[in-house]
């Protein structure tokens, strides 16, 4: 296992993200549903890609990439580069939901999907919670359900190409039926937990789990 990371300091974005969760912004208090509605309420459409990260961009060279599977699980995983992309490849098309409000369409990834992951480090049975680190010091906590929906990889390229470092390059989480926050860049190490254990923004406001459809922003929606 490698050492934490401490998030940086607060960014203006980060402050006024949290006065957001206080105030409750952009909260329609309806609920929709994903197989009536593509767009989650609250959202509108964005064709461009918008960057949103603590402030600091972790530079990752592929030689130096390491991924740490660890916890509760039967076989703990540490691949280099080369063994992740020997692992097998899948490609889905997703839709991204950012609690700050912009959606974007079809979204072309390929990487690692989170179920041949599990196949792979195989969770022990009291296994529920599964926390991402990332080399930005970042966190986030998902129930292993979410963690394993069939949509979710482990991305290392969009649109046919590497995946951008401002994006999460070399490898970053997409999980399309949560809010945009859950989706770990800069992927470091994945622990499996017994207990649930809050992230960087679910401890500042945000939802634990972040349903866009139930327009889950907020901690207490
Ligand atoms: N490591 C890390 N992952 C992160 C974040 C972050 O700050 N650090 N921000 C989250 C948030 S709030 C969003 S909306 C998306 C943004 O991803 P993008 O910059 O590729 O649009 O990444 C998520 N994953
Ligand atoms: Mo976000």
């Not at 622990?191 to 901690?219: C, I, K, M």
């Amino acid at each position: 296992m490698t050492d934490d990371t401490d998030p940086p300091a607060e960014s203006k974005l980060t402050r006024s993200k949290q006065r957001w969760a206080r105030e409750g912004k952009f909260l329609t208090g309806k609920v929709a549903r994903p197989d009536e509605q593509r767009l989650p309420p609250g959202q509108h459409l964005t064709r461009d890609w918008p960057v949103l990260d603590l402030g600091l961009m972790p530079n990752i060279s592929q030689a130096r990439w390491r991924l740490d599977v660890y916890g509760a699980v039967e076989q703990p995983i540490y691949w280099t580069w080369e063994q992740f992309l020997a692992q097998p490849q899948t490609q889905f098309v997703s839709d991204i939901h950012c609690v700050t409000t912009w959606s974007r369409y079809d979204n072309q990834w390929e990487g690692l999907a989170t179920r041949d992951l599990l196949a792979a480090c195989q969770p022990r049975e009291d296994a529920r919670f599964v926390v991402l680190h990332s080399h930005d010091g970042y966190t986030t906590n998902l129930p292993l359900e979410d963690f394993a929906a069939e949509d979710a990889l482990l991305a290392h390229r969009w649109s046919g190409q590497p995946l951008e470092q401002e994006h999460g390059g070399p490898v970053r989480l997409v999980v399309p039926h949560l809010y945009f926050w859950k989706s770990a860049k800069w992927l470091q190490r994945i622990e499996f937990l017994t207990e649930d254990a809050p992230g960087y923004w679910e401890v500042r406001g945000y939802h634990n789990r972040g349903d866009p459809w139930a327009e889950q922003r907020y901690s207490g929606d």
